[in-house]
């Protein structure tokens, strides 16, 4: 079970709420895994993948807006998880017959989770708390 502890919690709501779904896509992808319901791992992997791209899209429209000055090179981290996203929907496709599928699929996700996702984030947490609180004054 992933949790995210309040360290990596950017502190905008709109991104901790999506990178919490996201959070709960996994959750729900190892316990179907955890119970032996592989076709509702492999129906849910989709999901996660494409709420990821939605999330990477979102955030990266708040980044421009707020003018941080890595916009471009966070939207190229982004783009280059695209063939990350892409093994974990061809192991989507081999959880049903294989295991070893669906351990490195269960693997992949909380990597990709913590490492590439919230981990990464946290280089513009200060300086959008900075942007909320100048708008604040
Ligand atoms: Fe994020
Ligand atoms: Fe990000």
Redesign the pocket.
């Given at each position: 079970m992933v949790e995210i502890t309040r360290s990596y919690e950017?502190e905008v709501e709109m991104?901790d709420s999506?990178?919490r779904r996201l959070v709960d896509i996994i959750n729900e992808i190892t316990q179907a895994i955890d119970d032996k319901r592989e076709e509702e791992c492999a129906r849910l992997v989709p999901d996660f993948v494409t709420f990821s791209k939605q999330?990477?899209a979102r955030?990266e429209a708040l980044l421009a807006k707020n003018g941080y000055p890595g916009v471009d090179k966070h939207r190229r981290h982004h783009a280059s998880l695209n063939y990350k996203m892409d093994t974990m929907l061809a192991l989507a496709e081999r959880v049903v017959e294989s295991v070893a599928a669906r351990d490195e699929l269960r693997k992949e996700l909380i990597f990709f989770l913590m490492d590439d996702?919230?981990n990464?984030?946290m280089n513009f947490k200060s300086f959008l708390v900075d942007a909320a609180s100048r708008k604040g004054n």
């Open positions: 950017i991104i999506d990178h999330h990477f955030e996702v919230i990464e984030d």
